[in-house]
């Protein structure tokens, strides 16, 4: 009996333990949730692709917050030449009288068209912190590649803006040196 409690219990652990590994595994697989990371080649790619201007892709915005956020898109949609560098601006306000860090998560429908889509400069790339009852503008830079499959007409880039428990590491870098008595 305890030999089978044993087994049980290191299971259990050993569950535990990968479930954060095979949670990020999921998303990536299903594209959901997934954090963006910075596409290093992207302004390369941009300066380097020919802009094709007999067709034309809709990018359609969409945002949403959660927690403290007001979060919202400039613009609704645009028409977009495949290989046209693109900026599109995100409002964003803490409707908190408190400082507030969140992270946006993009998602893109349909699917297949994330690996298309090129960012060169996003506020998603890491977390942002705001002070209490502060809006800022944040830019997206993209390009959609020229490669993007012909049936594809529609893409739709949505972020959803989330709280980040805890405190940012800057803001906890400026208390700590405020604290050593500067």
């Not at 305890?2 to 299903?30: N, Q, R, S």
């Amino acid at each position: 009996m305890l030999g089978k409690l044993v087994v049980v219990a290191a299971a259990m652990f050993g569950f535990g333990f990968l479930l954060v590994p095979l949670y990020d595994k999921i998303c990536e697989v299903t594209g959901v949730n997934s954090l963006t990371k910075v596409d290093r080649g992207a302004a390369e790619f941009a300066r380097n692709t020919q802009v094709d201007r007999s067709r034309t892709v809709v990018v359609e915005f969409d945002a949403n917050g959660r927690g403290a956020w007001k979060f919202r898109p400039e613009v609704s949609s645009l028409e977009v030449h495949p290989g046209e560098l693109v900026t599109v601006v995100y409002d964003l306000e803490n409707t908190r009288a408190a400082p507030t860090v969140g992270q946006a998560i993009p998602s893109y429908a349909p699917r297949q068209s994330a690996g298309y889509f090129r960012k060169i400069e996003c506020f998603c790339f890491q977390q942002q912190e705001l002070g209490a009852n502060e809006t800022r503008r944040f830019p997206v830079v993209f390009v959609v590649d020229p490669k993007l499959p012909k049936d594809v007409s529609t893409i739709t880039l949505s972020y959803t803006f989330f709280e980040v428990g805890g405190r940012s590491a800057a803001a906890q870098a400026r208390d700590a040196g405020a604290g050593q008595g500067g």
